[in-house]
């Protein structure tokens, strides 16, 4: 597990400096101006999901699984994948672009240049983003580490502390993150290079005890795009779990309320980084295992670990909450009560999320089902319906911190009852 201290590392780096992109625009353009960007970085969360199509998820796992087996053709991979997110991206930026104005229903949005903006920055991370998956599984963690922190934190810092709008701050995004992918695609290419190489009709065995072949199947390449948009779903689920409470609450108090609830997904996405960020490093690590015929319960002890993950969780939002204060300040400047509320209500959430994110590597490569998906969109519809229901009795923002903490209890109890029946390793080449 020695992999996941770059991983932690690069998502921390990400996490700290996308804070400090929060204050300066929090603190340079005002609150509402912050409000602004924490929708569009809603459609950004989303976006991501929609243009990679599950490939991040297929190339962490089968790339890893080419390699455990010993081909040297997993170039192949990246490749359809590179190709699959050029037209993907190509194709939800222009329909973003040109949506109208009434169509999206928040004035933050209604602009055609900002909009173009995000669509461009929303294609370069999804450029980033495949090429850091396909890294991963060839176990390259310190150099997708390093990208992470550039396209992720350094990019958007350099947007905010240079641009004069919220337009302006999306594109040098782009061109700040375009800048590490071009050098992602140079080390895979020199990765290639020095790897790849003629197969032959010695094809590497895998125990046929593992995955139910005596061997790695030439055509394989279809398994990988089927697992590939099998997970599409779960991405896309997983990116509106934390996007639809900001939608909501932009539509139900306006961009201010829409800025304290973005930020606070934003502490519950850090404060969750030690388990969510593992997962890439827990597919492949799992992935490997089965081609080498670990055994099922070794592969799944680590799933003991999500209740005490809840625990040091529990612990860390009660000291979180008594500093929330004096965080909230020197990062938003003053805020008001209510706000002050909404974020420490959104704080029960954490415990939750981080149990969840302890068992969803599981649901990923233990079953060929969609669990994840299933999961998330019975916990995104339930803290929803939550939201609306609460939104008469309770201001706006209250009533979304309520409904996000009532996803992650679903989320967690849903998780938790699936695991104990994932009885069986998956055929990866089915």
């Given at each position: 597990?020695?992999?996941?201290?770059?991983?932690?590392?690069?998502?921390?780096?990400?996490?700290?400096l996308?804070?400090?992109?929060?204050?300066?625009?929090?603190?340079?353009?005002?609150?509402?101006?912050?409000?602004?960007?924490?929708?569009?970085?809603?459609?950004?969360?989303v976006?991501?999901?929609?243009?990679?199509?599950?490939?991040?998820?297929?190339?962490?796992?089968?790339?890893?699984?080419?390699?455990?087996?010993?081909?040297?053709?997993?170039?192949?991979?990246?490749?359809?994948?590179?190709?699959?997110?050029?037209?993907?991206a190509?194709?939800s930026?222009?329909?973003?672009?040109?949506?109208?104005?009434?169509?999206?229903?928040?004035?933050?949005?209604?602009s055609?240049?900002?909009?173009?903006?995000?669509?461009?920055?929303?294609?370069?991370?999804?450029?980033?983003?495949?090429?850091?998956?396909?890294?991963?599984?060839?176990?390259?963690?310190?150099?997708?580490?390093?990208?992470?922190?550039g396209?992720?934190?350094l990019a958007?810092?350099?947007?905010?502390?240079?641009?004069?709008?919220?337009?302006?701050?999306?594109?040098?995004?782009?061109?700040v993150?375009?800048?590490?992918?071009?050098?992602?695609?140079?080390?895979?290419?020199?990765?290639?290079?020095?790897?790849?190489?003629?197969?032959?009709?010695?094809?590497?065995?895998?125990?046929?005890?593992?995955?139910?072949?005596?061997?790695?199947?030439?055509n394989?390449?279809?398994?990988?795009?089927?697992?590939?948009?099998?997970?599409?779903?779960?991405?896309?689920?997983?990116?509106?779990?934390?996007?639809?409470?900001?939608?909501?609450?932009?539509?139900l108090?306006?961009?201010?309320?829409?800025?304290?609830?973005?930020?606070?997904?934003?502490?519950?996405?850090?404060?969750?980084?030690?388990?969510?960020?593992?997962?890439?490093?827990m597919?492949?690590?799992?992935?490997?295992?089965?081609?080498k015929?670990?055994?099922h319960?070794?592969?799944?002890?680590?799933?003991?670990?999500?209740?005490?993950?809840a625990?040091?969780?529990a612990?860390?939002?009660?000291?979180?909450?008594?500093?929330?204060?004096?965080i909230?300040?020197?990062?938003?400047?003053?805020?008001?009560?209510?706000?002050?509320?909404?974020?420490?209500?959104?704080?029960?959430?954490?415990?939750?999320?981080?149990?969840?994110?302890s068992?969803?590597?599981?649901?990923?490569?233990?079953?060929?089902?969609p669990?994840?998906?299933?999961?998330l969109?019975?916990?995104?519809?339930?803290?929803?319906?939550t939201?609306?229901?609460?939104?008469?009795v309770?201001?706006?923002g209250?009533?979304?911190?309520?409904?996000?903490?009532?996803?992650?209890?679903?989320s967690?109890?849903?998780s938790?009852?699936?695991i104990?029946?994932?009885?069986?390793?998956?055929?990866?080449?089915?």
């Amino acid at each position: 597990m020695i992999n996941t201290v770059p991983t932690l590392l690069g998502a921390g780096c990400s996490a700290l400096l996308g804070i400090v992109s929060y204050a300066i625009i929090s603190h340079k353009w005002g609150a509402a101006a912050f409000g602004e960007y924490q929708l569009a970085r809603a459609v950004m969360t989303v976006g991501i999901p929609v243009t990679t199509l599950g490939l991040i998820a297929g190339l962490q796992r089968y790339v890893a699984v080419y390699v455990g087996a010993g081909r040297r053709d997993h170039n192949r991979l990246f490749r359809k994948a590179l190709l699959v997110v050029v037209i993907a991206a190509s194709t939800s930026g222009c329909v973003f672009v040109l949506l109208p104005s009434q169509f999206i229903g928040l004035p933050a949005l209604s602009s055609a240049p900002t909009r173009l903006a995000i669509a461009i920055a929303l294609a370069v991370l999804a450029f980033d983003q495949i090429t850091q998956a396909y890294l991963r599984g060839l176990g390259k963690y310190w150099v997708t580490a390093i990208a992470g922190v550039g396209a992720v934190g350094l990019a958007p810092l350099v947007g905010a502390a240079f641009a004069n709008s919220i337009a302006g701050l999306f594109l040098l995004q782009g061109m700040v993150g375009a800048v590490f992918v071009i050098w992602l695609f140079a080390v895979v290419i020199t990765n290639r290079r020095r790897t790849e190489g003629p197969l032959g009709d010695n094809e590497p065995h895998v125990p046929a005890s593992v995955v139910g072949h005596s061997r790695v199947e030439p055509n394989s390449d279809g398994a990988f795009l089927r697992y590939s948009l099998k997970r599409a779903p779960t991405g896309i689920v997983a990116a509106g779990f934390f996007a639809v409470p900001v939608f909501m609450a932009g539509y139900l108090g306006g961009d201010v309320v829409a800025g304290t609830v973005g930020f606070g997904t934003t502490v519950l996405v850090g404060v969750s980084l030690p388990f969510s960020s593992v997962s890439g490093v827990m597919t492949p690590f799992l992935s490997r295992n089965l081609g080498k015929g670990a055994s099922h319960e070794r592969i799944l002890a680590p799933v003991r670990y999500a209740l005490l993950a809840a625990c040091v969780s529990a612990i860390g939002m009660v000291l979180l909450a008594l500093v929330l204060p004096a965080i909230v300040s020197l990062i938003l400047g003053t805020r008001s009560a209510s706000e002050l509320a909404t974020l420490r209500i959104m704080l029960i959430a954490g415990p939750f999320l981080a149990y969840y994110y302890s068992t969803r590597s599981f649901l990923a490569v233990m079953s060929t089902a969609p669990l994840e998906a299933y999961v998330l969109a019975l916990s995104t519809v339930g803290g929803l319906a939550t939201t609306v229901l609460l939104s008469d009795v309770l201001a706006a923002g209250p009533a979304v911190a309520a409904g996000m903490v009532s996803s992650s209890v679903l989320s967690a109890v849903c998780s938790g009852l699936m695991i104990p029946h994932l009885r069986r390793p998956i055929d990866p080449f089915a």
